[in-house]
């Protein structure tokens, strides 16, 4: 027998710009990544570079005091983690992904011009009598808050689609490409952090020394330098074609599986498409799966009125349109734990913070280091994992278990759930010793300095990134591939929302925390003088509800049904596998054909 030619275009349906089928040999693959990673470092530089240091020049230039700067920026930034919604749906519904990242960075760049604007041109700038002691006009705080919310806007187009639109690049039908997928999410949130520790380090020292125009013109700067490079690798570009709208199709199921809620389902009657494409455009066909059966009813062919009326979706369903609400269900709980994790993740900005003002900030007799600048080994500590987790510890775990990712999605989320609660532990371990130096010192002064370096806070932050790189990136990867082939940016906007929830929860935690255990005139745990309080408590109660999580996280992990594609993995590549454990045969039913 001859070889078999390679395969000229993917499998997997994307198409090139001019809407042909793409080529393998000329788009997609690492060879079209560098731009778009490229695209966001230099997008997450601009972000973090405007918002670390937001809250200072809310006091500085707009003479806010704490509460009201601290209430604005939290709005903003909730906003920030909303508006992904928006972009992702009209990703996914009508302008693909390409097209909606190209759209709003435009949207981000005017949001930034204005910003850099309202801070260097003289009209925009507030008078000032003293630092803190700034009288904005009312034409002047709009300006600054229309940029800010325009940003908003933007990055709200690009947070969902960019991850997406990277792995799009990667033929799932192709063994080396599908390998190649998985590496690019730990490389995408590299980027990340490369923005951010330069962001965090460099231009929040320039706004601080420099001044608030160079320190927001520069993200500006940045932000056009993403733009072009994202539009350089046009040609090389792959793309999923929109799918029209999830929420439509969604509805369609409910309204028709309500309609015959007594129909009894049948393994045999259940309807899909003829052609080897599914209904839905851009969209692989899906399996039928045994879960969430009262859904299947939507699919049934056996009443009369589905007969009459089989070409409305309101009345009767694909196989694969089904299969697109179970899949995105299923998701719901793994999402649900990411919360927890979440509120884990948050106390780097909250009371991480609040512990290290007590403690030793000195860096030799001229030099101290602000305890929110610790948030800074977190970053460095992800830069470090992301090349040991995908260059040496995937090869020695996939050495061991066959699979090419080394462990499964769901494995290496759980990891970081566990990994988390040890970040908990030792932060709640340095405020015993904390407490225990201040009992031996008698400082119980509000302004008390506790004699232990600040820099014993570095574990707790180191461990936090190891921790994100397993799950945080694993829910990126995990997101995308089981997400419906046209609902892929909505889920990845969804894993978002974590982000924003987690932030809540543990706004929630403190809230209820401060009023159960000041009753009766006590100080409580986390008083405004930490030096008489017990934050070690709190710290115990996330591990706790960490641990709980992770075990719930268990339950959900083994209940959880992978994703399959009808024609994904081919029966030959499933049998004895390594993905035969994330790619499990959908004990399903034949289809019913439309003939």
Known sequence: MGEVAPELYTQDGTVDIKGNPALKENTGNWRACPYILANECCERLAYYGMSTNLVNFMKDRMGMANAVAANNVTNWSGTCYITPLIGAFLADAYLGRF??????????????????????VPGLIPFCAA????????????????????IALGTGGIKPCVSSFGADQFD??????????SSFFNWFYFSINIGALVASSVLVYVQTHVGWSWGFGIPAVVMAIAVGSFFVGTPLYRHQRPGGSPLTRIAQVLVAATRKWRVPVSGDALYETVDKESGIEG????????????????????????????????????????????????????????????TVYGQMSTMFV??????????????????????????????????????????????????????????????????????????????????RSIATHRLYGKDDIVPISIFWQVPQYFIIGAAEVFTFVGQLEFFYD?????????????????VALGNYLSTLLVTVVAKITTRGGKEGWIPDNLNVGHL?????????????????????ASWY???????????????????????????????VHDE
């Open 99 to 120: 097209w909606t990242i190209a759209s709003f960075m435009i949207i981000y760049i005017i949001g930034l011009a204005l910003l850099t604007m309202a801070t260097s």
């Open 131 to 150: 630092k803190d002691v700034c009288d904005p006009t009312a034409g002047q705080s709009a300006a600054v808050f229309v940029a800010l919310y325009l």
């Open 172 to 181: 799932e039908h192709d063994d080396k490409e599908r390998k190649s997928k």
């Open 283 to 342: 969209s692989r066909k899906l399996e039928h799966t045994e879960q969430f059966r009262f859904l299947d009813k939507a699919a049934v062919v056996e009443t009369p009125a589905d007969r009459a009326a089989s070409s409305s979706p309101w009345r009767l369903c694909t196989v694969t349109q089904v299969e697109e609400l179970k899949s995105v269900v299923r998701l719901l709980p793994i999402w649900a734990s990411g919360i927890v994790f979440a």
């Open 354 to 435: 609040l512990q290290g003002n007590t403690l030793d900030a000195s860096m030799g007799p001229h030099f101290s280091i602000p305890a929110a600048s610790l948030s800074i080994f977190d970053t460095l500590s992800v830069i470090v994992w992301v090349p040991v987790y995908d260059c040496i510890l995937v090869p020695a775990v996939r050495s061991i278990t066959g699979r090419p990712r080394g462990f499964t999605q769901l494995q290496r989320m759980g990891i970081g759930l566990v990994v988390s609660m040890f970040a908990m532990l030792a932060a709640g371990a340095l405020e015993l010793v904390r407490l």
């Open 482 to 498: 089981q997400a419906p082939d046209a609902m892929r940016s909505m889920c990845s906007a969804l894993s978002l929302t974590t």
């Open 536 to 556: 070690d408590y709190f710290f115990w109660l996330l591990a706790g509800l960490s641990l709980a999580n992770f075990a719930a996280y268990l339950l959900i």
């Open 561 to 591: 049904t992978y994703k399959k594609t009808a024609e994904y993995p081919p029966p030959d590549a499933v049998k004895g596998s390594a993905d035969d454990d994330q790619y499990p045969h959908a004990k399903g039913t034949s289809a």
